[in-house]
Structure formats: structure tokens, C-alpha cells
């Protein structure tokens, strides 16, 4: 006897990084892709600076999608969210380049900063941040069988050995070379798709 395929997902959200926004490249393509699907609910909310005000969006925002059909991506600081959101349960995750540390690493941006795509858009990074980013931290992915993870060695940004230990009991992908916004998206983009279950 073979074993049920398991449930298509129904609900993808997206969560982008540190001064990124849902114009980020990554973001921006699977937009692109989710408008193509039907039936499937797709959402990318412009994350607040204070990640205690994100998270209670994120969590508020899909607290009616099904568990077991529902799907996160995250990116950078986002893939350190979607960490958080999949331990509640229910989820399956797709990690890129996840920020591991952001408590330490973005001390340094206490004050006033520039959104990436749009340098117009400034926002205040406030020093109690910090101790939300430390409040949240998830440590290693609760249910890591239902997380996939890729990291790019040539990240400029994060420590790609950080980002592996932390995440080795996953589904790990570490790439030779490559960048933190990893530029190489679309040419893993269909094994992330297949690990959320949407696409065959």
C-alpha cells in the first residue's frame, strides 16, 4: 500500500528581510507566480520595524489559515519570523539565507534607516528592538522535517556556518558561492515550491 500524497498547500505567506519590502526580488517573482494560481491565497505584508508589532501581524493575519495547507517563505530576517511561525505548528517553511543572530547583528542599526527599494522610505530601527528580536528567537526549527533551508556561501551578509548549524536537522541546501539576496532564485525556486506542496 502507498502512503496518501500529502495536502496541497492552500495559503502561502511571504516574509522579506531587514529594509527589504514585498518589492524585493524574490518577493516580487513569487507574486508573480501566486497571481497564476488559482485557488491559492497568497500574502506578503510589509513587515512594521518592531518585530514584536510583526509578528503579531503575521500570527493575527493567519490565524484562520488551515493548518496542514498553509505555507511560509522567508528571506533573511524574514526566514527568521517564519522559523518562529512554523514552530507554532501547522506549517511548512522555506528558509533562505535565515538570520540566525539578529539580535547581535542589528545592534549596530539602532536609528534612523533607509528602506531598500525605496531610499524615501526611512524608519526608525528603536534600541527596544533588540530585546523583542531576543524575546522571539525560536533557536532551531521545532518540527525540522517540515522546514527546508537554503544557504548561499558566498553570503556578504550573514555567516553561512551559523546559518547551517543552526538549521541542520532541516532539509539543508548549502550552495557554493552565491549571495545573500540569493540571485540565483529561480533556479531553486521549483524544489522550494515542491517542498510546500504547490507544485507536483
Known amino acids: 500500500m502507498t502512503s496518501a500524497a500529502p495536502p496541497s498547500t492552500t495559503h502561502l505567506l511571504y516574509l522579506h528581510g ?4 514585498p518589492q524585493s526580488m524574490k518577493a516580487a ?4 507566480w501566486a497571481a497564476e494560481q488559482p485557488g491559492l491565497t497568497w500574502w506578503c505584508p510589509q513587515l512594521p520595524p518592531s518585530p514584536a508589532e510583526a509578528m503579531a501581524l503575521v500570527r493575527e ?3 484562520h489559515w488551515p493548518a496542514g495547507r498553509r505555507a511560509v517563505m522567508g528571506s533573511s530576517l524574514g526566514g527568521f519570523y517564519a522559523t518562529a511561525l512554523a514552530g507554532d ?3 511548512r517553511a522555506v528558509l533562505i539565507n535565515p538570520a540566525v543572530h539578529p539580535a547581535r547583528d542589528l545592534a549596530k542599526y539602532i536609528g534612523e534607516q533607509t528602506a531598500w ?3 524615501d522610505v526611512r524608519f526608525f530601527f528603536r534600541a527596544e528592538f533588540i530585546a523583542e528580536l531576543e524575546t522571539i528567537d525560536p533557536g532551531a526549527p521545532r518540527e525540522p522535517a517540515a522546514v527546508q533551508t537554503w544557504i548561499a556561501q558566498g553570503d556578504e551578509v550573514l555567516d553561512w556556518r551559523e546559518m547551517a548549524a543552526r538549521h541542520a536537522a532541516t532539509e539543508l541546501h548549502v550552495l557554493e558561492g552565491g549571495d545573500h539576496a540569493l540571485s540565483s532564485f529561480d533556479t531553486h525556486r ?3 515550491l515542491r517542498f510546500l506542496n504547490l507544485c507536483p
Not at 18 to 21: D, E, Y
Not at 29 to 32: H, I, L
Open 117 to 119: 527599494h525605496d531610499p
Open 190 to 192: 521549483d524544489a522550494m
Open 89 to 91: 505548528g501547522g506549517w
Open 29 to 32: 517573482k513569487m507574486a508573480a
Open 61 to 63: 493575519g493567519t490565524s
Open 18 to 21: 531587514f529594509r527589504s519590502s
